[in-house]
């Protein structure tokens, strides 16, 4: 991860997204972790978006020595990769017998022919302003890795057993842990020195989720700093912020999904500031952020379960992989309304005692509940909820059941920072 002089603005970010939009496909050999995955359809036909976090796997272990040191020089060896397929296709494509689940690691090789036989794909490459180059090609050849932080072994039997499993070279394995060099203060103690807030001003930054804690007009906190990767460019925000972004205000990061904290590769000033993360294994990209932010002491992991705080209530939701295992915090403002920030947690994994809220933003920006049994919470009157979202997503965020469930159980119409019912977009408060 580079670090630029200054600060570069959305609008500047906006021009990246553009000069960069028609890049070259990389031809390469790559280590590959699934960082997501979000069914876009209905039915036995669904497909899905699958994303890949990257690296160069042409210099093997060394690649480790690239995460950690965040040279300028290795920018491009790094990138974000999305396919749409279901995940027993990609499964089939890779020679294994299991469904591609978010975490597994793969072997692939890239090339730019888009004729060539393989999975059509796209491709995020990383410039000076975080993954921006956007670029389509073929990915020809894929092997799932055999890897001492896979969620899930490999499984034996007759057809796996007799193709020899390659290895995630262990050094890689070693450096996509969250690393424990860290301040004396730990996450508790930063959060103590937060103050009340009075209101919840939830960004208008396109595809991702960023929401700023406010105190007579003052940030005192971010949950989440999100923004677009290469993939949803053309929602990415264009007008300047209207808060102080330089204030050095923790950061309470929910999971390390790429739309939650892609901003602190394009505002420099984010990466001065403290934050809060779960403890999480990561992708190649994302473990260089961790690191730097490690390196300067400014990483503090939460260390589980849930704490009361003047700003709030923070706390480990209690469901199942990155979204389900990260941080929910509960927004207590001065004039004792309560406001839910979920990340993209299912409702059911919160882990606060009270399922009641004044207000929201909705999780998973308004996309299908992980859970058939994940209800939102029930609202305090009539009280309203906002949705953070880019229009024309890839993941077509939100999802009519999303919405709907939301109002059977007495959620008002959702205000989006999208357009919608000809109001502009932009940010919103709660």
């Given at each position: 991860m580079s670090t630029p002089e200054r600060d570069f603005s959305f609008q500047e970010a906006a021009f990246f997204f553009f000069f960069f939009g028609l890049g070259e496909f990389p031809e390469r050999h790559v280590f590959a972790r699934v960082s997501r995955i979000d069914q876009i359809g209905a039915g036995p036909l669904a497909r899905s978006v699958i994303e890949f976090d990257t690296v160069t796997a042409d210099a093997g272990d060394q690649a480790a020595d690239w995460i950690k040191s965040a040279a300028p020089e290795h920018d491009a060896d790094f990138g974000l990769l999305r396919l749409t397929t279901t995940p027993s296709k990609f499964a089939k494509f890779a020679n294994d017998i299991v469904d591609v689940q978010p975490g597994f690691w793969f072997h692939l090789e890239l090339?730019?022919?888009q004729s060539a036989e393989g999975m059509r794909a796209w491709f995020a490459g990383s410039t000076p302003l975080g993954f921006t180059a956007f670029s389509k090609g073929r990915v020809i050849k894929g092997e799932r890795l055999v890897s001492s932080i896979d969620p899930a072994p490999r499984p034996s039997s007759l057809g796996a057993a007799s193709v020899p499993a390659l290895a995630l070279p262990s050094a890689i394995a070693a450096v996509c842990r969250i690393?424990?060099?860290?301040?004396r203060l730990s996450?508790?103690?930063v959060l103590t020195r937060v103050p009340?807030?009075?209101?919840v001003?939830?960004?208008d930054v396109g595809q991702g989720s960023f929401t700023t804690l406010l105190r007579e007009g003052q940030p005192c906190l971010h949950f989440d700093v999100g923004a677009p990767t290469a993939f949803n460019a053309k929602?990415?925000?264009s007008v300047p912020f209207t808060v102080d972004l330089d204030a050095r205000v923790p950061i309470v990061l929910s999971h390390w999904d790429w739309d939650h904290f892609h901003a602190a590769f394009q505002i420099q000033s984010l990466r001065r500031c403290r934050w809060i993360v779960p403890d999480q294994i990561l992708g190649p990209g994302a473990a260089r952020l961790a690191r730097g932010l490690a390196d300067a002491r400014r990483l503090y992991v939460w260390s589980g379960g849930s704490s009361s705080f003047n700003v709030g209530d923070l706390g480990e939701c209690t469901g199942?992989?990155?979204?389900?295992t990260g941080l929910a915090m509960r927004a207590s403002l001065l004039d004792g309304r309560s406001i839910l920030l979920a990340g993209d947690a299912d409702?059911?994994?919160l882990p606060f005692g009270t399922l009641q809220f004044d207000g929201l933003v909705a999780t998973h920006h308004g996309g299908r509940a992980h859970s058939a049994f994940s209800m939102p919470p029930t609202p305090i009157g009539r009280s309203s909820y906002v949705i953070s979202y880019g229009a024309s997503n890839v993941y077509r965020h939100p999802h009519d059941e999303a919405l709907t469930l939301h109002s059977n159980v007495g959620w008002a119409d959702p205000v989006r920072t999208a357009s919608f019912d000809g109001i502009a977009r932009g940010d919103r408060v709660l």
């Amino acid at each position: 991860m580079s670090t630029p002089e200054r600060d570069f603005s959305f609008q500047e970010a906006a021009f990246f997204f553009f000069f960069f939009g028609l890049g070259e496909f990389p031809e390469r050999h790559v280590f590959a972790r699934v960082s997501r995955i979000d069914q876009i359809g209905a039915g036995p036909l669904a497909r899905s978006v699958i994303e890949f976090d990257t690296v160069t796997a042409d210099a093997g272990d060394q690649a480790a020595d690239w995460i950690k040191s965040a040279a300028p020089e290795h920018d491009a060896d790094f990138g974000l990769l999305r396919l749409t397929t279901t995940p027993s296709k990609f499964a089939k494509f890779a020679n294994d017998i299991v469904d591609v689940q978010p975490g597994f690691w793969f072997h692939l090789e890239l090339n730019p022919d888009q004729s060539a036989e393989g999975m059509r794909a796209w491709f995020a490459g990383s410039t000076p302003l975080g993954f921006t180059a956007f670029s389509k090609g073929r990915v020809i050849k894929g092997e799932r890795l055999v890897s001492s932080i896979d969620p899930a072994p490999r499984p034996s039997s007759l057809g796996a057993a007799s193709v020899p499993a390659l290895a995630l070279p262990s050094a890689i394995a070693a450096v996509c842990r969250i690393p424990q060099r860290l301040s004396r203060l730990s996450a508790q103690d930063v959060l103590t020195r937060v103050p009340q807030a009075d209101k919840v001003l939830v960004h208008d930054v396109g595809q991702g989720s960023f929401t700023t804690l406010l105190r007579e007009g003052q940030p005192c906190l971010h949950f989440d700093v999100g923004a677009p990767t290469a993939f949803n460019a053309k929602g990415a925000r264009s007008v300047p912020f209207t808060v102080d972004l330089d204030a050095r205000v923790p950061i309470v990061l929910s999971h390390w999904d790429w739309d939650h904290f892609h901003a602190a590769f394009q505002i420099q000033s984010l990466r001065r500031c403290r934050w809060i993360v779960p403890d999480q294994i990561l992708g190649p990209g994302a473990a260089r952020l961790a690191r730097g932010l490690a390196d300067a002491r400014r990483l503090y992991v939460w260390s589980g379960g849930s704490s009361s705080f003047n700003v709030g209530d923070l706390g480990e939701c209690t469901g199942l992989g990155r979204n389900g295992t990260g941080l929910a915090m509960r927004a207590s403002l001065l004039d004792g309304r309560s406001i839910l920030l979920a990340g993209d947690a299912d409702y059911n994994s919160l882990p606060f005692g009270t399922l009641q809220f004044d207000g929201l933003v909705a999780t998973h920006h308004g996309g299908r509940a992980h859970s058939a049994f994940s209800m939102p919470p029930t609202p305090i009157g009539r009280s309203s909820y906002v949705i953070s979202y880019g229009a024309s997503n890839v993941y077509r965020h939100p999802h009519d059941e999303a919405l709907t469930l939301h109002s059977n159980v007495g959620w008002a119409d959702p205000v989006r920072t999208a357009s919608f019912d000809g109001i502009a977009r932009g940010d919103r408060v709660l």
